[in-house]
C-alpha cells in the first residue's frame, strides 16, 4: 500500500471509535474503589483489586507487542472487544475478593489486547505529514471518555441501581464497533495490501540494554512512572475524597480537568515543539507539587472546581511535552520501543497507585497525606528532569 495521503479516512475514524470505546470502558471505573466498600470488601483487599486490571495489562503488554500485526489486528479487536463485553457484564454477578480477582485480571486481558492490536493497526493509517495531528486526534480519542464517563455515571447512578448496572449498559457501545471492525476486515484486502507482512518484533534484549544508556532514556521512563502514578492516584482515589469532604458531584472534577486536558493538547499543539521540552517540564513538575499540596486542602466547591482547571492544565501541558522529548531523546528505530515501554511505566502506575494508596489510606493516612505522598513523587520526578538537563553523561539533553 502506497503512503496515505488522507488523515480522516473512513478506516482511521472507526478504529478511533473501538479506540474511543475502549477507554469509556476504563473511565467509567473512576469510582470503583467507592463502589468496593459498598460491596463491603475490606479496605485492604479494595487498592489490591482495583490494581488488578491495570496490573494484568502491565504484565501482558510487553510479550504480546511482537505478537500483532496487520494481518492479525483486526481478529484480535473483534476477540478484545468480546471479551470486554463479558468482563462488563459480569460485574452485576461478581461481588466476592475471589471473584473480583479474577475478574479483574481477564479485564484487564481484554483491554490491553484491544488498545495493543488498536494502535498496531492506527499508525500505518497515519500520513507522515500529518502525524502530530493525527496522534491527536488519537489522543483525544482516549481523554473524551474521561471528561465524559464520570458526569453521565453521576447522572444514572440512581437510575441504574448501582455501578454494575452502569458497567453492563456501556456494553451498547460495543455493538457499533462490531460492526466496523467487521466492515473494515473485509475492506482490509485493499488497503493492506503491500504492507501485510510488516511485523512488530520484539527488540533484543542487548538492543534494549543499550537503548537505556542513552541519553534521557531511563530519565524520562521514570519521569512516566512518577507522573502516571500521582495521575492514577486522582483517577482512583478523588472521587472518594470527594465523598468524605461533602463535595458528592465528583464526576465534575474529572469532566472539568480533562476538558482542559483536550484543550490545552488541541491548542498548544504546535507550540510544544518551539519551546526547549525539558525546561518546561520543570515547571510544570515544581507547579504541580503545589498542586498535589493544595488538593488535601480542598474545602469548598469553589475550590474543588479551580482545583480541577489547575490540575487539569499542568497535566495537558505535562504529558504531549514529555512524550515529546522521549521522542526526540529516542533513536529513530527504537522509537517504537520506547513508546511502548512508556505504555509499560503507565501500566505500572495504574497497578501501584491503587495498591500503595489503598494500603496508606487502610493504615490510617488522610486523603491529604496521601496527595502529599503524590507531591513528593513529583518531586522525585523533577530531580530527574534537572540531572537529565545537567547532561549527566556529557551529552546534550533532549530540548
Given at each position: 500500500m502506497a503512503e496515505a495521503k488522507k488523515l480522516l479516512t473512513f478506516e482511521f475514524v472507526a478504529i478511533n471509535f473501538v479506540y474511543f470505546f475502549a477507554f469509556c470502558n476504563m473511565a467509567v471505573f473512576y469510582s470503583f474503589f467507592e463502589y468496593l466498600g459498598k460491596l463491603g470488601i475490606p479496605p485492604e483487599w479494595r487498592g489490591l483489586i482495583v490494581g488488578l486490571e491495570p496490573m494484568s495489562a502491565c504484565a501482558l503488554r510487553l510479550a504480546i507487542i511482537p505478537l500483532l500485526h496487520l494481518g492479525n489486528a483486526i481478529k484480535v479487536m473483534m476477540l478484545a472487544l468480546g471479551m470486554l463485553v463479558i468482563a462488563l457484564c459480569s460485574y452485576m454477578w461478581v461481588s466476592d475478593i475471589p471473584g473480583l480477582i479474577v475478574l479483574r485480571i481477564f479485564h484487564g486481558a481484554a483491554f490491553v489486547l484491544l488498545v495493543s492490536a488498536t494502535m498496531s493497526l492506527v499508525v500505518h493509517l497515519i500520513p507522515a505529514e500529518r502525524s502530530a495531528q493525527g496522534f491527536g486526534i488519537v489522543s483525544i480519542a482516549s481523554l473524551v471518555p474521561y471528561a465524559v464517563m464520570p458526569l453521565v455515571t453521576e447522572g444514572?447512578?440512581?437510575?441504574?441501581?448501582?455501578?454494575?448496572?452502569?458497567?453492563?449498559?456501556?456494553?451498547?457501545?460495543?455493538?457499533?464497533?462490531?460492526?466496523?471492525?467487521?466492515?473494515l476486515r473485509r475492506r482490509s484486502k485493499t488497503w493492506i495490501e503491500g504492507i501485510a507482512g510488516t511485523l512488530m518484533k520484539r527488540p533484543r534484549l542487548e538492543e534494549v540494554t543499550a537503548n537505556l544508556r542513552q541519553p534521557g532514556i531511563a530519565?524520562?521512563?521514570?519521569?512516566?512512572?512518577?507522573?502516571?502514578?500521582?495521575?492514577?492516584?486522582?483517577?482512583?482515589?478523588m472521587k472518594s475524597f470527594s465523598v468524605q469532604a461533602g463535595l458528592e458531584q465528583g464526576g465534575i472534577f474529572f469532566?472539568?480537568?480533562?476538558?482542559?486536558?483536550?484543550?490545552?493538547?488541541?491548542?498548544?499543539?504546535?507550540?510544544?515543539?518551539?519551546?526547549?521540552?525539558?525546561?518546561?517540564?520543570?515547571?510544570?513538575?515544581?507547579?504541580?507539587?503545589?498542586?498535589?499540596?493544595?488538593?488535601?486542602?480542598?474545602?469548598?466547591?469553589?475550590?474543588?472546581?479551580?482545583?480541577?482547571?489547575?490540575?487539569?492544565?499542568?497535566?495537558?501541558?505535562?504529558?504531549?511535552?514529555l512524550t515529546a522529548s522521549l521522542f526526540v531523546a529516542s533513536p529513530a528505530h527504537l522509537r517504537g520501543l520506547n513508546a511502548n515501554l512508556?505504555?509499560?511505566?503507565?501500566?505500572?502506575?495504574?497497578?501501584?497507585?491503587?495498591?500503595?494508596?489503598?494500603?496508606?489510606?487502610?493504615?490510617?493516612?488522610s486523603f491529604a497525606g496521601l496527595f502529599e505522598t503524590c507531591a513528593v513523587c513529583v518531586g522525585a520526578g523533577l530531580i530527574l528532569l534537572i540531572r537529565l538537563e545537567r547532561g549527566t553523561s556529557g551529552e546534550k539533553a533532549p530540548t
Open positions: 444514572l447512578l440512581d437510575r441504574a441501581g448501582g455501578e454494575a448496572r452502569i458497567y453492563a449498559w456501556i456494553t451498547v457501545m460495543a455493538a457499533p464497533g462490531m460492526v466496523l471492525l467487521e466492515v530519565f524520562l521512563l521514570g519521569v512516566c512512572l512518577f507522573i502516571y502514578f500521582v495521575y492514577s492516584t486522582v483517577f482512583f482515589f469532566t472539568i480537568c480533562t476538558i482542559m486536558l483536550i484543550a490545552v493538547r488541541t491548542i498548544g499543539g504546535s507550540a510544544f515543539d518551539k519551546v526547549n521540552k525539558i525546561r518546561v517540564l520543570q515547571i510544570v513538575s515544581a507547579l504541580l507539587v503545589l498542586c498535589f499540596v493544595l488538593f488535601g486542602q480542598i474545602r469548598s466547591a469553589r475550590m474543588y472546581y479551580a482545583m480541577a482547571v489547575y490540575y487539569g492544565l499542568c497535566m495537558g501541558i505535562f504529558m504531549p511535552v512508556a505504555l509499560f511505566m503507565m501500566d505500572a502506575g495504574f497497578f501501584l497507585s491503587p495498591y500503595l494508596g489503598g494500603a496508606l489510606l487502610s493504615s490510617g493516612t
